[in-house]
């Protein structure tokens, strides 16, 4: 039986070039960090349609579930079969290319998580017609108050999937956000919520983060995350021109969209001092690991985007 330590080992043996991506953070000995990561290459390489990697990392997921003990068994369904649930949305051909992939086993798994979903929407309709043309992405306003609980709750429960931690948000901050114009919120044409992202600014405006950054489960795959991303990230620009714009992740999915935007790779000392940005960090699973080594050092990766300022003569 494969142990967490060995999951994590063998994982960072199979796929070196995860150790490259991320740089500065080894996999970690976190199982759950290191199936999320595993998910994130494989996702990639399937919307890729890069035939070899897809079927290694099925592979190699596949042997962990069937291997693995309980906790990694339990990391495999819950981070990384689960995910893929979300390409029922895109059609049939979506569905048969991800059958090509994903073994048998996880397909049964992955007909489960379809048929879960469908219960929590309530509707045989499967969202299959939804695409960003039927989605608003924009400035958040205070009428958007009714969605802050929904967010928070979805923040909250996307972090317990990946095995890891956020800074838990209330509901009375995100409202707050909303009506300081400081947040991008994404609905569907009727109403329902699909997405939000918000701006926090540190040492005196010296900096400011993209945080928050979340997708309604039914709505993922979609094309949502980037739009918003590049939304708040527009927003920030216009808002604090001068401002360095700094974000901390795990997800290889937001460290490819911070490289498009212009973000670079930095050490965790060229981001924000300010105590109560990190304070926000106890919440996560990796909160002592982070105090051990003085916030200099942890699981995510930090990247920063830095404006060009014209100098005046």
């Known amino acids: 039986m494969i142990s967490q330590l060995e999951g994590t ?11 490259r991506l991320y740089k500065r953070n080894s996999l970690s000995t976190d199982i759950y960090k290191s199936v999320q990561r595993l998910l ?4 990639e390489a399937v919307l890729d349609y890069n035939l070899n990697l897809s079927r290694k990392c099925f592979d ?4 962990l579930y069937n291997q693995g003990d309980w906790i990694i068994k339990n990391a495999i369904k819950r981070s990384f079969i689960s995910s893929f649930s979300a390409f029922f949305q895109r059609g049939e051909d979506e569905k048969k290319r991800l059958k090509f992939f994903i073994p048998d086993d996880f397909y049964e798994i992955y007909l489960n ?3 879960q979903v469908r219960a929590c929407l309530g509707t045989d309709n499967v969202l299959e017609n939804i695409t960003l043309d039927n989605i608003s992405i924009r400035v958040a306003t205070c009428e ?4 802050a609980g929904k967010i928070t709750r979805e923040m909250e429960a996307s972090a317990l999937l990946r095995g890891c931690g956020i800074s838990k948000r209330k509901p009375a901050s995100i409202i707050k956000k909303m009506k300081e114009g400081k947040a991008i919120i994404a609905l569907t044409n009727a109403g329902e919520w699909v997405g939000f992202s918000y701006i926090e600014t540190w040492q005196n405006r010296e900096f400011v983060s993209n945080s928050g950054l979340i997708v309604s489960p039914a709505y993922r795959n979609l094309g949502v995350a980037k739009a918003i991303k590049e939304k708040i990230f527009a927003l920030s620009r216009q808002r604090y021109p001068k401002a360095k714009i700094f974000s901390i992740t795990t997800g290889l999915a937001v460290m490819k969209m911070n490289t498009r935007l212009g973000f670079e790779a930095v050490t965790y000392g060229e981001i924000t001092t300010e105590k109560k940005f990190w304070e926000g960090c106890r919440s996560c699973v990796n909160y002592k690991a982070l105090q051990a080594k003085d916030f200099h050092n942890c699981f995510c990766t930090a990247m920063l985007y830095t404006p060009f300022i014209q100098k005046q003569f």
């Open 9 to 19: 080992k063998l994982i960072e043996s199979e796929f070196p070039e995860l150790n």
């Open 40 to 43: 994130d290459f494989s996702k």
């Open 60 to 63: 190699l997921a596949d042997r």
């Open 113 to 115: 998580e379809i048929e």
């Open 144 to 147: 958007d108050a009714q969605y």
